[in-house]
């Protein structure tokens, strides 16, 4: 990966973003959620080790909305899959209706966490004061229904000018071409635009082979496997652990 000194000078005029983990703290939010569930289900899941069940919780998100991304399961399929698998982890069948109320009921703890990552909202007013006129747009993976409640609640609706979803375009990330359709959708092109994302290979990785200025925010410092390494180097992956480094990043 790139250090934001070692690359040309980029000016964007055109900044896109993931949502989950790079905006809004859904991590955050889903450790929350499950453990306040669990809490108020009891029985069985009374004294419950709440690492290995928040571990094992994004553990089985990771697994079948991956699974939903590439076509195995519908969206309420995958949510039904996690909460059935995490009920039998812990002795407890659930039939499908069963799932769905489960996921139900933990949904309601989730949302009441919902909200941005301190570092969100000062990013975008810092981008917007270096770089008057820049705009700001969305790709994510998923349903816009699932995501737009997040941005309504959140404040995010009314500084985004364009949220792309994989769900409506019917290719979703790390493939180049959701990433160039949203720069088509602004009417820029991939050299235009700059794109943020706390996953490598989905988010930088796939921006930056589409020709996007590609950032990758590494709040948690993670592992990252060689050949993924290799990728971002080769392609020019920006790397930074906060949004408040976006605008230096993308300024100099």
Known sequence: ???PASIPSVTPSVVLFDLDDTLFAHRGA???GILRHLAALGGAFVG???GAAVALWQELEE???HSYLAGRLDFPGQRRERARDFAAAHGIPLTDQEAADWFGAYFLHYRASWRLHDDALPALAALKVKHPGIRFGLITNGERSHQQPKLDRTGLNGRLERVITSAAFGIAKPDRRIFEHACAVFGVTPGEAAY?????RTDAIGAAAAGLTAVWLDRREA???PADAADAARLGVLRITDLAGL???LTR
């Open 63 to 65: 697994r079948h909305y």
């Open 30 to 32: 889903v450790a929350d």
């Open 48 to 50: 419950i080790d709440h």
């Open 196 to 200: 943020v994302g706390d996953r490598l």
């Open 223 to 225: 592992t990252v496997d």
């Open 247 to 249: 605008p230096a990043a």
């Open 1 to 3: 990966m790139a250090s």
